[in-house]
Protein backbone atom coordinates (compact mmCIF):
# COMPACT_ATOMS: atom_id res chain seq x y z
CA UNK A 1 0.00 0.00 0.00
CA UNK A 2 1.02 3.38 -0.72
CA UNK A 3 1.17 5.79 2.06
CA UNK A 4 -0.92 8.96 2.82
CA UNK A 5 0.18 11.69 0.30
CA UNK A 6 0.60 13.69 4.05
CA UNK A 7 2.86 10.76 5.34
CA UNK A 8 4.54 10.98 1.80
CA UNK A 9 5.73 14.33 1.54
CA UNK A 10 7.00 14.02 5.39
CA UNK A 11 9.38 10.52 4.22
CA UNK A 12 10.55 12.72 1.18
CA UNK A 13 11.52 15.30 3.24
CA UNK A 14 13.51 13.18 5.13
CA UNK A 15 14.92 11.15 2.48
CA UNK A 16 17.00 14.26 1.17
CA UNK A 17 18.62 15.02 4.75
CA UNK A 18 22.21 14.36 5.66
CA UNK A 19 21.95 12.30 9.21
CA UNK A 20 22.73 15.85 10.83
CA UNK A 21 20.20 17.49 8.86
CA UNK A 22 17.37 14.80 9.80
CA UNK A 23 18.03 14.98 13.72
CA UNK A 24 17.59 18.62 13.53
CA UNK A 25 14.56 17.54 11.63
CA UNK A 26 13.92 15.39 14.46
CA UNK A 27 14.04 17.62 17.10
CA UNK A 28 12.20 20.46 15.47
CA UNK A 29 9.16 17.94 15.04
CA UNK A 30 9.36 16.77 18.67
CA UNK A 31 9.57 20.92 19.52
CA UNK A 32 5.80 20.70 18.36
CA UNK A 33 4.83 17.72 19.81
CA UNK A 34 2.78 19.67 22.09
CA UNK A 35 0.86 21.42 19.44
CA UNK A 36 -0.83 18.24 18.77
CA UNK A 37 -2.11 17.55 21.63
CA UNK A 38 -5.85 18.05 22.45
CA UNK A 39 -7.48 21.48 22.45
CA UNK A 40 -9.48 23.09 24.69
CA UNK A 41 -13.11 21.93 23.91
CA UNK A 42 -12.13 19.43 21.53
CA UNK A 43 -14.46 16.39 21.85
CA UNK A 44 -13.35 12.67 20.38
CA UNK A 45 -15.11 9.70 19.13
CA UNK A 46 -12.69 7.54 20.96
CA UNK A 47 -9.37 8.11 23.22
CA UNK A 48 -7.52 5.53 24.53
CA UNK A 49 -4.82 6.93 27.36
CA UNK A 50 -2.90 4.04 29.44
CA UNK A 51 0.74 3.30 30.01
CA UNK A 52 1.70 0.13 29.55
CA UNK A 53 4.15 -2.40 31.25
CA UNK A 54 6.59 -2.19 28.19
CA UNK A 55 6.20 1.74 28.15
CA UNK A 56 8.49 5.13 30.14
CA UNK A 57 5.20 6.81 30.02
CA UNK A 58 1.42 7.01 29.53
CA UNK A 59 0.45 7.46 26.09
CA UNK A 60 -2.78 8.85 24.87
CA UNK A 61 -4.30 8.85 22.08
CA UNK A 62 -7.24 10.78 20.98
CA UNK A 63 -9.51 10.31 17.46
CA UNK A 64 -12.04 12.76 16.03
CA UNK A 65 -13.99 11.59 12.86
CA UNK A 66 -15.49 14.65 10.81
CA UNK A 67 -18.54 14.57 8.93
CA UNK A 68 -17.04 12.98 5.72
CA UNK A 69 -15.66 9.75 8.23
CA UNK A 70 -12.16 11.50 7.82
CA UNK A 71 -9.69 10.87 11.35
CA UNK A 72 -7.94 13.76 13.41
CA UNK A 73 -5.58 12.57 15.58
CA UNK A 74 -4.38 14.10 18.79
CA UNK A 75 -1.46 12.57 20.85
CA UNK A 76 -0.81 12.92 24.95
CA UNK A 77 2.75 12.36 25.84
CA UNK A 78 3.93 12.24 29.26
CA UNK A 79 7.03 13.80 30.33
CA UNK A 80 9.34 10.75 30.22
CA UNK A 81 8.56 10.01 26.83
CA UNK A 82 12.01 10.28 24.62
CA UNK A 83 12.62 12.97 22.14
CA UNK A 84 12.23 10.28 18.74
CA UNK A 85 9.22 9.31 20.46
CA UNK A 86 7.79 13.28 20.39
CA UNK A 87 9.19 13.64 16.88
CA UNK A 88 7.09 10.61 15.70
CA UNK A 89 3.57 11.83 17.32
CA UNK A 90 3.94 15.56 15.26
CA UNK A 91 4.74 13.10 12.55
CA UNK A 92 2.28 11.02 12.87
CA UNK A 93 -0.43 13.37 13.43
CA UNK A 94 0.72 15.25 10.33
CA UNK A 95 1.14 12.48 8.04
CA UNK A 96 -2.37 10.93 8.72
CA UNK A 97 -4.31 13.78 9.03
CA UNK A 98 -7.68 13.71 7.18
CA UNK A 99 -7.26 9.53 6.11
CA UNK A 100 -10.44 7.44 7.07
CA UNK A 101 -9.78 4.75 9.89
CA UNK A 102 -9.48 2.05 7.60
CA UNK A 103 -6.47 3.61 5.90
CA UNK A 104 -5.16 3.91 9.19
CA UNK A 105 -5.12 0.17 9.49
CA UNK A 106 -3.40 0.14 5.87
CA UNK A 107 -0.42 1.85 6.37
CA UNK A 108 2.84 -0.11 6.88
CA UNK A 109 5.31 0.76 9.42
CA UNK A 110 8.28 0.62 6.68
CA UNK A 111 8.34 4.11 6.73
CA UNK A 112 9.89 4.75 10.29
CA UNK A 113 13.52 4.09 9.40
CA UNK A 114 13.26 6.30 6.24
CA UNK A 115 11.84 9.37 8.62
CA UNK A 116 14.23 8.16 11.48
CA UNK A 117 17.80 6.86 9.76
CA UNK A 118 18.55 3.63 10.78
CA UNK A 119 21.08 4.33 12.84
CA UNK A 120 18.27 6.16 15.73
CA UNK A 121 16.40 3.19 15.10
CA UNK A 122 17.92 0.91 18.66
CA UNK A 123 16.06 -1.46 20.62
CA UNK A 124 15.24 1.11 23.49
CA UNK A 125 13.62 3.36 20.61
CA UNK A 126 10.83 0.98 19.61
CA UNK A 127 8.10 3.35 20.69
CA UNK A 128 8.20 5.42 17.37
CA UNK A 129 6.41 1.81 16.70
CA UNK A 130 4.39 1.73 19.55
CA UNK A 131 2.89 5.05 18.64
CA UNK A 132 1.40 3.61 14.92
CA UNK A 133 0.49 0.64 16.99
CA UNK A 134 -1.77 2.51 19.11
CA UNK A 135 -3.00 4.55 16.74
CA UNK A 136 -4.61 1.53 14.48
CA UNK A 137 -5.91 0.08 17.65
CA UNK A 138 -7.39 3.32 18.16
CA UNK A 139 -9.16 2.89 14.47
CA UNK A 140 -9.77 -0.57 14.76
CA UNK A 141 -11.67 -0.22 17.90
CA UNK A 142 -13.95 2.70 15.84
CA UNK A 143 -14.16 0.33 13.12
CA UNK A 144 -15.61 -2.75 15.39
CA UNK A 145 -18.34 0.19 16.81
CA UNK A 146 -19.83 1.38 14.02
CA UNK A 147 -19.86 -1.82 12.38
CA UNK A 148 -22.11 -3.31 15.60
CA UNK A 149 -24.24 -0.25 15.43
CA UNK A 150 -24.44 0.76 11.60
CA UNK A 151 -24.12 -2.65 9.75
CA UNK A 152 -25.75 -1.34 6.89
CA UNK A 153 -23.00 1.71 6.84
CA UNK A 154 -19.60 -0.82 6.76
CA UNK A 155 -19.20 -0.08 2.80
CA UNK A 156 -19.25 3.06 3.52
CA UNK A 157 -16.12 3.23 6.15
CA UNK B 1 22.85 19.31 49.56
CA UNK B 2 26.36 18.40 49.69
CA UNK B 3 28.52 15.67 48.67
CA UNK B 4 28.49 12.89 51.49
CA UNK B 5 32.17 13.09 53.05
CA UNK B 6 32.11 9.69 54.34
CA UNK B 7 32.19 8.18 50.96
CA UNK B 8 35.35 6.24 50.33
CA UNK B 9 35.80 8.52 47.20
CA UNK B 10 33.68 11.43 47.86
CA UNK B 11 35.73 13.59 45.17
CA UNK B 12 34.06 11.14 42.15
CA UNK B 13 31.36 12.95 43.09
CA UNK B 14 29.83 16.42 42.73
CA UNK B 15 26.85 18.54 42.97
CA UNK B 16 24.78 20.32 39.90
CA UNK B 17 25.93 23.60 42.05
CA UNK B 18 30.15 22.97 41.42
CA UNK B 19 29.56 22.31 38.32
CA UNK B 20 27.47 25.57 37.48
CA UNK B 21 30.80 27.04 38.95
CA UNK B 22 32.86 24.71 37.24
CA UNK B 23 31.15 24.98 33.69
CA UNK B 24 34.23 27.05 31.54
CA UNK B 25 37.67 25.71 33.23
CA UNK B 26 40.19 24.75 31.00
CA UNK B 27 40.65 21.45 32.80
CA UNK B 28 37.53 20.01 33.08
CA UNK B 29 35.35 18.63 30.09
CA UNK B 30 31.32 18.00 30.81
CA UNK B 31 29.96 15.33 28.99
CA UNK B 32 26.48 13.87 28.78
CA UNK B 33 25.45 10.69 27.64
CA UNK B 34 22.06 9.29 27.82
CA UNK B 35 19.50 6.50 26.85
CA UNK B 36 17.23 9.27 24.60
CA UNK B 37 19.37 9.33 21.55
CA UNK B 38 18.24 13.11 20.74
CA UNK B 39 17.97 14.71 23.92
CA UNK B 40 21.17 16.38 24.15
CA UNK B 41 20.00 18.41 21.08
CA UNK B 42 16.91 19.45 23.09
CA UNK B 43 18.96 21.09 24.86
CA UNK B 44 22.37 20.53 27.77
CA UNK B 45 24.61 21.96 30.22
CA UNK B 46 26.84 25.19 28.26
CA UNK B 47 29.93 23.64 27.13
CA UNK B 48 28.66 19.69 28.17
CA UNK B 49 29.86 17.32 24.68
CA UNK B 50 28.36 14.53 23.99
CA UNK B 51 28.90 10.61 23.99
CA UNK B 52 26.49 8.21 22.73
CA UNK B 53 27.27 4.68 24.48
CA UNK B 54 26.24 3.17 21.68
CA UNK B 55 27.41 4.95 18.71
CA UNK B 56 30.83 6.28 20.41
CA UNK B 57 31.73 3.26 23.03
CA UNK B 58 30.63 0.15 20.99
CA UNK B 59 32.37 -1.32 17.99
CA UNK B 60 29.77 -1.27 15.66
CA UNK B 61 30.26 -4.51 14.33
CA UNK B 62 31.07 -7.20 17.05
CA UNK B 63 29.25 -6.75 20.77
CA UNK B 64 32.24 -4.94 22.28
CA UNK B 65 33.55 -2.14 23.17
CA UNK B 66 35.89 0.47 21.44
CA UNK B 67 39.93 -0.20 20.76
CA UNK B 68 42.47 1.95 22.33
CA UNK B 69 43.24 3.55 19.20
CA UNK B 70 39.07 4.74 18.42
CA UNK B 71 38.72 5.57 22.83
CA UNK B 72 41.99 7.80 21.88
CA UNK B 73 40.56 9.18 18.50
CA UNK B 74 37.33 9.80 20.29
CA UNK B 75 38.87 11.55 23.30
CA UNK B 76 41.15 13.90 20.85
CA UNK B 77 37.83 15.00 18.89
CA UNK B 78 36.32 16.54 22.37
CA UNK B 79 39.43 18.01 23.46
CA UNK B 80 40.03 15.20 26.36
CA UNK B 81 43.93 15.04 27.54
CA UNK B 82 45.07 12.08 30.15
CA UNK B 83 44.72 15.09 32.81
CA UNK B 84 41.29 16.43 31.89
CA UNK B 85 38.57 16.04 34.35
CA UNK B 86 35.82 14.64 32.94
CA UNK B 87 32.49 14.62 34.51
CA UNK B 88 29.72 12.87 33.56
CA UNK B 89 26.42 13.62 33.93
CA UNK B 90 22.85 12.40 31.88
CA UNK B 91 19.44 10.84 32.32
CA UNK B 92 17.78 7.69 33.54
CA UNK B 93 19.44 8.60 36.81
CA UNK B 94 22.79 8.39 35.28
CA UNK B 95 22.71 4.94 34.28
CA UNK B 96 24.46 6.20 31.27
CA UNK B 97 26.79 8.55 32.60
CA UNK B 98 28.06 6.09 35.15
CA UNK B 99 28.29 3.44 31.77
CA UNK B 100 30.18 5.62 29.90
CA UNK B 101 32.64 6.34 32.77
CA UNK B 102 33.11 2.92 33.35
CA UNK B 103 33.85 1.87 29.72
CA UNK B 104 36.35 5.67 30.40
CA UNK B 105 37.42 3.40 32.93
CA UNK B 106 38.17 0.24 30.88
CA UNK B 107 40.58 2.94 29.01
CA UNK B 108 42.59 4.12 32.29
CA UNK B 109 41.28 7.56 32.70
CA UNK B 110 41.58 8.20 35.68
CA UNK B 111 40.02 11.79 36.18
CA UNK B 112 36.51 11.14 36.21
CA UNK B 113 33.36 12.50 38.33
CA UNK B 114 29.73 12.40 38.36
CA UNK B 115 27.27 14.91 38.46
CA UNK B 116 25.13 13.61 41.41
CA UNK B 117 21.31 14.07 40.41
CA UNK B 118 22.18 14.34 36.76
CA UNK B 119 20.04 15.73 34.21
CA UNK B 120 17.20 15.63 35.88
CA UNK B 121 18.14 17.44 39.02
CA UNK B 122 19.93 20.28 37.20
CA UNK B 123 16.79 20.90 34.93
CA UNK B 124 14.63 21.01 38.20
CA UNK B 125 16.72 23.27 39.55
CA UNK B 126 16.23 25.83 36.64
CA UNK B 127 19.75 25.66 35.65
CA UNK B 128 20.18 26.78 32.27
CA UNK B 129 20.43 24.17 29.06
CA UNK B 130 21.60 25.91 25.62
CA UNK B 131 21.63 23.49 22.37
CA UNK B 132 24.95 25.57 21.54
CA UNK B 133 27.17 23.09 20.69
CA UNK B 134 30.78 23.19 21.88
CA UNK B 135 33.90 22.78 19.39
CA UNK B 136 36.83 22.17 22.06
CA UNK B 137 40.18 22.47 20.41
CA UNK B 138 41.12 18.78 19.41
CA UNK B 139 43.72 17.24 21.75
CA UNK B 140 46.61 14.57 21.21
CA UNK B 141 45.02 11.72 23.20
CA UNK B 142 48.09 9.07 23.23
CA UNK B 143 46.69 5.59 22.54
CA UNK B 144 45.61 3.80 25.77
CA UNK B 145 48.76 0.80 25.99
CA UNK B 146 45.78 -1.90 27.40
CA UNK B 147 41.92 -1.81 27.93
CA UNK B 148 41.64 -3.03 31.47
CA UNK B 149 38.98 -5.77 30.57
CA UNK B 150 40.47 -8.21 33.47
CA UNK B 151 39.87 -6.16 36.01
CA UNK B 152 36.54 -4.43 36.10
CA UNK B 153 34.91 -6.74 33.42
CA UNK B 154 33.33 -9.96 33.46
CA UNK B 155 32.60 -12.25 30.39
CA UNK B 156 30.27 -14.88 30.58
CA UNK B 157 32.37 -17.83 31.88
CA UNK B 158 33.38 -15.25 34.79
CA UNK B 159 29.72 -14.98 35.69
CA UNK B 160 29.36 -18.68 35.48
CA UNK B 161 32.54 -19.31 37.67
CA UNK B 162 31.47 -16.47 40.48
CA UNK B 163 27.92 -18.79 40.49
CA UNK B 164 29.77 -22.09 40.95
CA UNK B 165 31.94 -20.66 43.46
CA UNK B 166 29.15 -19.13 45.36
CA UNK B 167 31.41 -15.90 45.31
CA UNK B 168 29.19 -12.95 45.08
CA UNK B 169 26.69 -12.22 42.10
CA UNK B 170 24.46 -9.32 42.53
CA UNK B 171 21.52 -8.62 40.36
CA UNK B 172 20.45 -5.64 39.94
CA UNK B 173 17.40 -5.56 37.49
CA UNK B 174 13.87 -5.34 38.61
CA UNK B 175 12.53 -8.06 41.33
CA UNK B 176 10.11 -9.05 38.17
CA UNK B 177 12.57 -9.63 35.91
CA UNK B 178 15.06 -11.14 38.66
CA UNK B 179 12.34 -13.65 39.20
CA UNK B 180 11.58 -14.47 35.70
CA UNK B 181 7.94 -13.18 35.68
CA UNK B 182 8.87 -10.71 32.66
CA UNK B 183 11.59 -10.70 30.17
CA UNK B 184 11.82 -6.93 29.73
CA UNK B 185 12.32 -3.88 32.20
CA UNK B 186 9.19 -2.54 33.67
CA UNK B 187 8.38 0.28 30.98
CA UNK B 188 10.48 -0.85 28.39
CA UNK B 189 10.32 -3.05 25.29
CA UNK B 190 11.35 -6.49 25.51
CA UNK B 191 15.11 -6.35 24.05
CA UNK B 192 15.27 -10.04 22.41
CA UNK B 193 15.71 -12.33 25.24
CA UNK B 194 14.38 -15.85 25.21
CA UNK B 195 14.12 -17.04 29.08
CA UNK B 196 13.93 -15.57 32.29
CA UNK B 197 14.80 -15.49 35.63
CA UNK B 198 19.02 -14.84 37.24
CA UNK B 199 22.00 -16.31 37.22
CA UNK B 200 21.91 -19.17 40.11
CA UNK B 201 23.22 -18.23 43.69
CA UNK B 202 22.90 -13.70 42.35
CA UNK B 203 21.11 -11.66 44.88
CA UNK B 204 18.41 -9.56 44.28
CA UNK B 205 19.38 -5.81 44.69
CA UNK B 206 17.59 -3.09 42.48
CA UNK B 207 19.98 -0.44 41.26
CA UNK B 208 17.34 1.73 42.15
CA UNK B 209 17.96 1.28 46.09
CA UNK B 210 21.25 3.17 45.81
CA UNK B 211 19.20 6.53 44.75
CA UNK B 212 17.10 9.15 46.41
CA UNK B 213 13.76 10.56 44.47
CA UNK B 214 15.72 13.28 43.30
CA UNK B 215 18.27 10.89 41.18
CA UNK B 216 21.27 11.75 43.58
CA UNK B 217 22.83 8.78 45.33
CA UNK B 218 22.31 7.55 49.03
CA UNK B 219 24.40 8.46 51.56
CA UNK B 220 27.24 6.88 52.57
CA UNK B 221 25.38 5.38 55.56
CA UNK B 222 22.74 4.25 53.75
CA UNK B 223 25.07 2.54 51.48
CA UNK B 224 26.48 0.66 53.32
CA UNK B 225 23.35 -0.65 54.89
CA UNK B 226 22.00 -2.13 51.95
CA UNK B 227 25.07 -3.66 50.08
CA UNK B 228 27.51 -4.47 53.30
CA UNK B 229 24.76 -4.84 56.47
CA UNK B 230 21.73 -6.50 54.58
CA UNK B 231 23.90 -7.90 51.79
CA UNK B 232 26.91 -9.08 53.61
CA UNK B 233 29.54 -7.87 51.05
CA UNK B 234 32.74 -7.07 52.47
CA UNK B 235 35.14 -4.15 50.81
CA UNK B 236 37.82 -7.20 49.60
CA UNK B 237 34.73 -9.77 48.16
CA UNK B 238 35.40 -10.25 44.71
CA UNK B 239 32.03 -9.38 43.41
CA UNK B 240 30.15 -9.19 39.71
CA UNK B 241 27.38 -7.07 38.90
CA UNK B 242 24.46 -7.52 36.19
CA UNK B 243 21.62 -6.42 34.20
CA UNK B 244 20.59 -6.50 31.27
CA UNK B 245 22.93 -5.04 28.56
CA UNK B 246 25.52 -3.60 31.32
CA UNK B 247 24.36 0.14 31.93
CA UNK B 248 22.18 -0.13 35.01
CA UNK B 249 24.88 -2.62 36.50
CA UNK B 250 27.36 0.06 35.98
CA UNK B 251 25.16 2.55 38.26
CA UNK B 252 25.73 -0.22 40.79
CA UNK B 253 29.64 -0.95 39.74
CA UNK B 254 29.92 2.86 40.41
CA UNK B 255 28.51 2.73 43.82
CA UNK B 256 30.10 0.11 45.09
CA UNK B 257 33.78 0.69 43.59
CA UNK B 258 33.96 4.40 44.29
CA UNK B 259 31.40 5.48 46.78
CA UNK B 260 31.93 2.43 49.35
CA UNK B 261 35.72 1.54 48.32
CA UNK B 262 35.16 -1.84 46.94
CA UNK B 263 38.40 -3.25 45.53
CA UNK B 264 37.21 -6.09 43.24
CA UNK B 265 34.32 -5.66 41.61
CA UNK B 266 33.80 -5.87 37.89
CA UNK B 267 30.83 -5.41 35.75
CA UNK B 268 28.76 -7.97 33.48
CA UNK B 269 28.36 -6.17 30.43
CA UNK B 270 27.02 -9.17 28.87
CA UNK B 271 24.45 -9.46 31.16
CA UNK B 272 20.82 -10.74 31.05
CA UNK B 273 20.55 -10.59 27.23
CA UNK B 274 23.79 -12.51 26.67
CA UNK B 275 22.86 -15.31 29.55
CA UNK B 276 18.99 -15.23 29.22
CA UNK B 277 19.86 -16.09 25.21
CA UNK B 278 23.03 -18.54 26.06
CA UNK B 279 21.83 -22.51 24.91
CA UNK B 280 22.52 -24.51 28.58
CA UNK B 281 23.44 -21.82 30.19
CA UNK B 282 21.62 -22.20 34.15
CA UNK B 283 19.16 -20.34 35.02
CA UNK B 284 17.52 -19.55 38.25
CA UNK B 285 14.02 -18.43 39.24
CA UNK B 286 12.09 -17.82 42.15
CA UNK B 287 8.67 -16.53 43.42
Redesign the interface.
Known sequence: MSYPSKLTAIIDLFSGLSDAEKRETLIAYADQARLQEPREGERFDLEDVRKDDECTDTVGIHLRLDEGGRAHFRITLGPQVQTLTRAMSSILCKGLEGITPTEVLEIPADFVPKIVGAELVRLRSQTVYYLLTRMKGVAKVWLQRQRAFCPSQESEI | MSIDSKYTHPEVLVTTAWVNEHLKDDDLRIIESN?????Y??GHLPEAIHIDW??DLQDQTVRDYIQPEAFATLCSRNGITPETTCVFYGDKSNWWSCYALWVFQLFGHEKVKIMDGGRDKWIAEGRPLTRQVPHPIQTSYPIPAVRRDAEIRAFYEDALAQSQSCLPLIDVRSPSEFKGL?T?M???????VLRGGHIPGAKSVPWKDAVNTDATFKNAEELRDIYQKNLGLKPDDEIVVYCRIGERSSHTWFVLNYLLGFKKVRNYDGSWTEWGNRVRAPIEKSV
Open positions: EDILLETLRVHPEYPQEG
